[in-house]
């Protein structure tokens, strides 16, 4: 087991998580299988197979991120790959379409208390797991953090006039992203020079829950960015934002 790479994938239920945890096991990494509901965390591992653990971790709650981080102290002592994927798009979207949706979050309709809602999982819960397992990280001979952020954050291509989506730029989601971008730069300032690389990786626009599968992508597309990333050796880059195959996304 020593030899054997150990995996936390947050919101890894369903989704670009559940798939993200699904090939990182098939390629022999043994996986947390991160979820809010543990119920549907040890569905998501069962269905996963071999190398799938459940684990419950909500990235709102800091007992239930410290109870995680403990967990993975005490069966394995150490983390080798924290994949930041948890993330919600809105609280009260029901059956609108993403068009509609974006027209009652732009700047003056938006609710404080979405943005609040959105921003504590997208932002703050990053970082909270961050804090709780970069001890666990240091412990590992070659860690690595990929932080599952989106297109939509980047403030130079939304800066853009002629952006195909830059109408739905809004303070929630999309700006939820541009923070957590910020946020993972600075964990990429404070991580130089330890050895522990930080990527920030985008999926593209999947079929997911989050835009009410509204998206053109399949999973395994989606995912695969992310799987590359985090499956990535010692040798390989840090201080990246991609997507899909290597392209550099500006910040």
Same mark, same amino acid.
């Given at each position: 087991?020593?030899?054997?790479?150990?995996?936390?994938?947050?919101?890894?239920?369903?989704?670009v998580?559940?798939?993200?945890?699904?090939?990182l096991?098939?390629?022999?990494?043994?996986?947390?299988?991160?979820?809010?509901?543990?119920?549907?965390?040890?569905?998501?591992?069962?269905?996963?197979?071999?190398?799938?653990?459940?684990?419950?971790?909500?990235?709102?709650?800091?007992?239930?991120?410290?109870?995680?981080?403990?967990?993975?102290?005490?069966?394995?002592?150490? #983390?080798?790959?924290?994949?930041?994927?948890?993330?919600?798009s @809105?609280?009260?979207?029901?059956?609108? !379409? /993403? *068009? %509609?949706? &974006?027209?009652?979050?732009?700047?003056?309709?938006?609710?404080?208390?979405?943005?609040?809602?959105?921003?504590?999982?997208?932002?703050?819960?990053?970082?909270?797991?961050?804090?709780?397992?970069?001890?666990?990280?240091?412990?590992?001979?070659?860690?690595?953090?990929?932080?599952?952020?989106?297109?939509?954050?980047?403030?130079?291509?939304?800066a853009?006039?002629?952006?195909?989506?830059?109408?739905?730029?809004?303070?929630?989601?999309?700006?939820?992203?541009?923070?957590?971008?910020?946020?993972?730069?600075?964990?990429?300032?404070?991580?130089?020079?330890?050895?522990?690389?930080v990527? #920030?990786?985008?999926?593209?626009?999947?079929?997911?829950?989050? @835009?009410?599968?509204?998206?053109?992508? !399949? /999973? *395994? %597309?989606g &995912?695969?960015?992310?799987?590359?990333?985090?499956?990535?050796?010692?040798?390989?880059?840090?201080?990246?934002?991609?997507?899909?195959?290597?392209?550099?996304?500006?910040?």
């Open positions: 087991m020593s030899n054997q790479r150990i995996a936390l994938v947050t919101g890894a239920n369903q989704g998580g559940f798939q993200v945890a699904k090939e096991a098939a390629n022999g990494v043994m996986v947390y299988v991160g979820s809010r509901n543990l119920e549907r965390g040890e569905a998501a591992a069962k269905e996963i197979g071999n190398g799938a653990i459940a684990l419950q971790i909500d990235v709102t709650d800091q007992a239930s991120i410290g109870a995680a981080a403990e967990r993975v102290r005490t069966e394995f002592g150490r #983390l080798d790959l924290l994949v930041n994927n948890a993330a919600i @809105n609280t009260s979207r029901a059956d609108r !379409s /993403l *068009e %509609e949706f &974006s027209k009652l979050t732009r700047a003056s309709k938006i609710s404080l208390d979405e943005v609040r809602a959105i921003w504590e999982t997208n932002v703050f819960g990053a970082l909270a797991v961050y804090q709780a397992m970069l001890p666990l990280l240091r412990e590992s001979a070659h860690a690595h953090i990929v932080n599952v952020s989106s297109g939509v954050g980047s403030l130079t291509t939304n853009n006039p002629d952006l195909q989506y830059r109408k739905m730029y809004s303070p929630g989601y999309a700006a939820s992203k541009t923070a957590l971008n910020a946020i993972t730069l600075a964990m990429m300032i404070e991580l130089e020079g330890s050895g522990i690389k990527n #920030l990786v985008s999926p593209g626009f999947t079929k997911t829950n989050l @835009n009410g599968y509204a998206g053109p992508e !399949s /999973l *395994e %597309e &995912s695969r960015e992310v799987v590359r990333v985090a499956l990535l050796g010692p040798d390989g880059p840090t201080g990246t934002f991609t997507r899909w195959e290597g392209k550099t996304i500006p910040w």
